[in-house]
Structure formats: C-alpha cells, structure tokens
C-alpha cells in the first residue's frame, strides 16, 4: 500500500483543508508532515467553521487517526487553543491524534526573536506571521532544537533553560525592552507561563515513533494520505526566495516530514484556486490591482485565516501552475473556489511571462523587482451561479471550458471542482 499526497500547488490558502476533509472517509490516516501554526486549514460543515493550525484536517471523521509527523512544528499554546476549541464543540480528539517524538517545538522566544528579527528588516520585512516558524527551523537545522520527545525527560527544563538564555542573549542585542514585545496579547513572561501550561496538554497526548508507526500501518494495509501546509511556490528551495515558509512544502517533503521512502508514494492531488492570491511580500506577477482584485478579495473572502491579513489576488498563472505539478509529480488536481469567478463575463489566464525582453514559460530566478509580466489570454467566464448543480454536467458551459482549458494546459486531469466553502458544495468528477 503506497501513501497518496495532498498539498497545494500555489502560495498557500487554497483550500486544502476542505479537501482533506472530503477525502477523509477513503483514508484510515491523515497524516501532516512539515509546518506549524502558520498554517491555517478552514473546514466548514452543518453550519459550523473550523481553522486548524496544527491538527490534521481529518481530525473530524471518527474512525481516522491523525498523525502530526516529524516534520511539523508545535506551539504547545496554539495547539492547546486548537485542542480547546474542538473539545468545547464535543469533537473527540484524544483517541484519533498522534504526535511524533521527533517533532520540533516552538518556543515563547522563537516568536519574540521572529518578531525582532522581522522588525530589524524594515521595507524589506518578508511579511512573516510572527509564529517562531523561522527561529524555530533555524534551531532546527542549527542542531539546537527542542522536540516533542524531551518533554518526557526529567532535564527538560535545563534543556529549555538553556535554548531560552542562548534567545533571549539574540533578542536583547535587537531590543532590550524585549519583555514589553507582545505575543498573543500577552508580555512576554505572561506569555511564557501559558506556554508551560499549555505544554502539559501536549505532553498528555499519545506520543509515538511515527516513522515506525506509519510504515508498519502501511505494510498492514492501511489507507495513509499525507497532508501538506503553506504551498508549493512558498517552498524553502523552490518558492520565490527569501519570500518563502521555512519548509519544504513539496511532495519530497513528505519523505523527510514523515520518514517515507519516494517509492512508497502514490497518488499526489494538488489543489489550487480558480484564480491566485498571495499574503506577504514577494513577486506575483498576475497580481491585480484594479477593481477586478478587489471584487476578487471581497467575493472570495481572501483574507488570511491565521493572520487576517487581506490576501493579495490575481488571474490564474499557468506556467507557475505547471512548474508546481512538475516539482510534486501531481497525478489529480481539484479546483478551488470556481464560485468566486461567477462575477466575471471575462477572464484572463497567463500562458507564458515577458521577461528582460523575452517570452518565457518558465519562472525566472529572481524576480524581486516584479520585472516579470504575464501574456494573457483572454476566455468567457460563465457568469451565473453554481449552487444548483448537483454534478458535474449541470455546471455552465463556459465552467466546463474553463476546466478543460487548464487541463489541455498543464496536461493533468481536473477531478474535483468545489464551488463553496461547505464541504457539501464539492463535485466530484
């Protein structure tokens, strides 16, 4: 049994979590395997509106386990929230959720070095959330990372101890009157109490070697998708750097994030949107600017479910699209938000970029000054409201069009197409 692979394929926010979630009942585990809690996956069902930053997305259905990999970063604050929320609406969570040993922990001075370390950059600030989320990898990689298995350590507390002197040394160079920096609308020492709090209920979640765990419920047959965060353009290597996440958000990152080996990979389904968005700095090159983007972020909702930042919005980029489906060797793709497009008797897709004078289809390496200008081309919209189909062939025409035109684009199949937040609001081709 090989593990399918679901991720997005844009610059995030583009619907993976419904998606998840409708895929769920097929799988026996939904596993997550790199980010933290600057991920924000909304679920909407029977009237009722879920962000989850940490847990994987198909913590709703009850016969699915739900792994948080190796490769995820924890704010035990955040999830304790995360946690709060879905108990007080009486999901059970304790006997669905594991947590891998080897997963990383974001600690109260990742985010106030995040923090500093954003502020210190001026003009040129990459539009972090202000989660740890770069801190936290850098210790990471830099050896000196906490993770979730030290918890059950009986020098943990010297273990954070230390990490929180080596910080807090950094941070005090940036800002002495670092104790007075807000994180969560808490002071800092505030703060840090909750934190040690909030750490007690992660410690009192089951704790297992995914690595192994994932591999023998494979080997005994079980049903594994792999859930990713972020999206493939906000890719450590890949991603228009430094405007990028501290991960990678492709499907080699499912081998590292969950300890995978690349021939057990199956299908991978990459999700993006109708159109683009984008929340933070960095090049866009379809972005819009005019009343289209701004009908496009009003209808859409494009505001940022973990920061609430509006989310910056454009035509639909084709060649950004290939290059995605190329990196993750996506077999499916689903179709987000058709619905927003309904407004529009015209709609204009990018086919290649003008670059220094050239035409190319190719992302360039460096587009920091947004040099890069689409060449569009201009199709029919279909104008007309989706929620009365109940398949695919009562979609309008033009939808259809629209569908196949991407597909005779990028060469991969269009196998879902969802027309509204609901998960109930999903056609599946």
Known sequence: MKIDVLLGLQWGDEGKGKVVDVLTPQYDIIARFQGGPNAGHTIEFDNKKFVLHT???GIFNEGTINVIGNGVIIDPFILKKEITTLEDSNINIRKKLLVSRKAHLILPTHRLLDSVYETAKGKDKIGSTLKGIGPCYTD????????????????????????????????????????????DGKDFLEYEKSWHEALKVLNSLKKVDSEYYLN?????????????????????????????????????GVCIGLGIAPKNI????????AYCTRVGSGPFPTELFDEDGDNLRKVGNEFGSTTGRPRRCGWLDIPALKYAIMLNGVTELM?????????????????????????????????????????????PGWGSDLTIASNYYDLPCDLKNYVKYIEDKVGVPIKLVSYGPDRSETIIR
Do not use: C
């Not at 298995?149 to 020098?155: L, Q, V």
């Not at 058709?338 to 460096?366: C, H, R, W």
């Open 266 to 273: 199956g299908n991978v389904y990459g999700i993006f949107k």
């Open 216 to 252: 023998q419920q494979m080997e005994a047959g079980k049903k594994i998708l792999a859930e990713g965060a972020q999206g493939t353009l906000l890719d450590i290597d890949f991603g228009s750097y430094p405007f990028v996440t501290s991960s990678n958000t492709t499907t080699a």
């Open 140 to 183: 990471k990689i830099s050896r000196n990372g906490i993770r979730v298995g030290n918890i059950e350590s009986d020098k943990f507390i010297e273990i954070y101890n230390k990490s929180r002197e080596r910080h807090l040394k950094i941070i005090e160079q940036y800002n002495p009157d670092y104790k007075e920096i807000k994180i």
């Open 55 to 57: 847990i994987p997305s």
């Open 335 to 379: 179709m987000m938000k058709s619905d927003v497009m309904n407004q529009f008797k015209k709609i204009k897709v990018a086919n290649s970029y003008m670059y220094k004078g050239e035409e190319t289809s190719e992302l360039p390496f460096d587009d920091g000054n947004n040099v890069t200008t689409p060449v569009y081309e201009t199709i």
